[in-house]
């Protein structure tokens, strides 16, 4: 599976971003994509996945009500809209992905990564 993650940059608390990433390679119709990031010093945290076999999406408590996980399946994209922004969400955020019908319960269980994309939520 390749991902290629894109979209960071540095915005202004309260803005909006959207990241992108283009996957493929998949050797199995049931997956599961998300969003993971990490912050300076501190470990990787799930942040949103989705559930190829439903369609189904999950988000982490910090990140419900601001951020949106997205699949675009004719254009093999996944992608995180993020509003509301905080300085609290400076991190650098990865797609990845891992076979299964089930959101992982830790980011550890994801084996495949696409490079992060740094957000920067300042002012």
């Known amino acids: 599976v390749q991902l290629q993650a894109s979209g960071g940059g540095l915005v202004q608390p309260g803005d909006s971003l959207l990241l992108s990433c283009a996957t493929s390679?998949?050797?199995?119709?049931?997956?599961?994509l998300g969003w993971v990031r990490q912050a300076p010093g501190k470990e990787r945290e799930g942040v949103a996945c989705?559930?190829?076999?439903?369609?189904?999406?999950t988000e982490a408590d910090f990140a419900r009500g601001r951020f949106t996980i997205f699949r675009d399946v004719a254009e093999n994209m996944v992608y995180l809209q993020m509003n509301y922004l905080r300085p609290e969400d400076t991190a650098v955020y990865f797609c990845?992905?891992?076979?299964?019908?089930?959101?992982?319960?830790?980011?550890?269980?994801?084996?495949?990564w696409g490079q992060g994309t740094q957000v920067t939520v300042s002012s």
């Open positions: 989705y559930v190829s076999r439903n369609g189904d999406t």
């Open positions: 390679g998949f050797t199995s119709e049931n997956y599961v």
């Open positions: 990845a992905s891992v076979d299964g019908s089930t959101c992982p319960a830790t980011p550890k269980f994801y084996n495949s």
